[in-house]
């Protein structure tokens, strides 16, 4: 069984900027991509960015230029560096990987 613990999450001004972390733990066999969603109040969940074994990245258009995915795999961690942050980036983040989802960690961009 893998755990996933997400932290960073926070409320920051519009144009701020936050660092998201996922570190996974457990019964950990290789390494997985990872990932991390969003959701927002009322709306459906969305993948907002991934990143393969092998350090290939995507991301949702949405964030593309503000946003970038890293991981540690020696850590078994992921990270979200987000910038340039909007008010319509307020959701709850949830990380993936092996086969499993964290608990979420709110963001809130509020002036």
């Known amino acids: 069984q893998v755990l996933l613990v997400e932290s960073g999450g926070g409320v920051v001004q519009p144009g701020g900027s936050l660092r998201l972390s996922c570190a996974a733990s457990g019964s950990i066999f290789g390494i997985s991509t990872m990932g991390w969603d969003r959701q927002a109040p009322g709306k459906q969940r969305e993948v907002v960015a991934r990143i393969t074994t092998f350090g290939n990245t995507n991301y949702t258009d949405s964030v593309k230029g503000r946003f970038t995915i890293s991981r540690d795999n020696a850590a078994n961690t992921v990270y979200l560096q987000m910038n340039s942050l909007k008010p319509e980036d307020t959701a709850v983040y949830y990380c993936?990987?092996?086969?499993?989802w964290g608990q979420g960690t709110l963001v809130t961009v509020s002036s």
């Open positions: 993936w990987g092996f086969n499993t």
